[in-house]
């Protein structure tokens, strides 16, 4: 007829051992799929960045005068998504900040330049952060200034 008391109890025991590795794996598939999220934005933002760089290579960081938001490449690298995502690090090499061209600025047609876009990337699954710490998510891009 229906099963024994000592059948169901096993069944419950075998449920509650098997728990804690799906509920690890489902949200190991949860932090892989944040993560991949995470760098395609940034690798849009680092894109996007990167084409202003390449047009604007003086205009890196808000500052005064012409580099003034929405003038400058940190600013086209955070709100690649259409909306400000102040979370991102925008890092320009050669960095010269806002500069309008004088003395001393030695970024000319036909140099390279990266814009490196990054965000802390916090696992919801423990053990991953236990075992790695705190992670960096970044993309990098590498353009020729044009003329």
Same mark, same amino acid.
């Not at 604007?56 to 998504?81: K, V």
């Not at 690090?89 to 061209?101: E, R």
């Not at 047609?109 to 053990?127: C, M």
């Given at each position: /007829?229906?099963?024994?008391?000592?059948?169901?109890?096993?069944?419950?025991?075998?449920?509650?051992?098997?728990?804690?590795?799906?509920?690890? *794996?489902?949200?190991? +598939?949860?932090?892989?799929?944040? !993560?991949?999220?995470?760098?395609?934005?940034?690798? #849009?933002?680092?894109?996007?960045?990167? /084409?202003? !760089?390449?047009?604007?290579?003086?205009? =890196? !960081?808000?500052?005064?005068?012409?580099? !003034?938001? @929405?003038? #400058?490449?940190?600013?086209?690298?955070?709100?690649?998504?259409?909306?400000?995502?102040? #979370?991102?690090?925008?890092? %320009?090499?050669?960095? +010269?900040?806002?500069?309008?061209?004088?003395?001393? =600025?030695?970024? #000319?047609?036909?140099?390279?330049?990266? +814009?490196?876009?990054?965000?802390?990337?916090?696992? *919801?699954? @423990?053990?991953?952060?236990?075992?790695?710490?705190?992670?960096?998510?970044?993309?990098?891009?590498? %353009?020729?200034? =044009?003329?």
């Amino acid at each position: /007829m229906g099963k024994d008391r000592s059948e169901r109890g096993a069944a419950l025991v075998e449920f509650a051992v098997v728990l804690p590795f799906l509920l690890a *794996i489902t949200l190991g +598939v949860i932090d892989v799929g944040r !993560a991949y999220v995470s760098s395609v934005a940034l690798a #849009n933002a680092a894109r996007e960045g990167a /084409m202003y !760089a390449a047009l604007h290579p003086l205009s =890196q !960081a808000p500052g005064g005068g012409g580099c !003034a938001d @929405p003038n #400058n490449i940190t600013y086209h690298a955070r709100t690649e998504s259409g909306s400000v995502a102040t #979370n991102i690090s925008v890092s %320009v090499s050669p960095s +010269v900040g806002c500069a309008t061209g004088g003395a001393g =600025q030695a970024i #000319n047609p036909g140099d390279t330049i990266t +814009v490196t876009a990054s965000e802390p990337f916090s696992p *919801i699954t @423990p053990l991953i952060e236990g075992f790695t710490g705190p992670l960096t998510l970044s993309s990098s891009v590498k %353009v020729v200034v =044009q003329g």
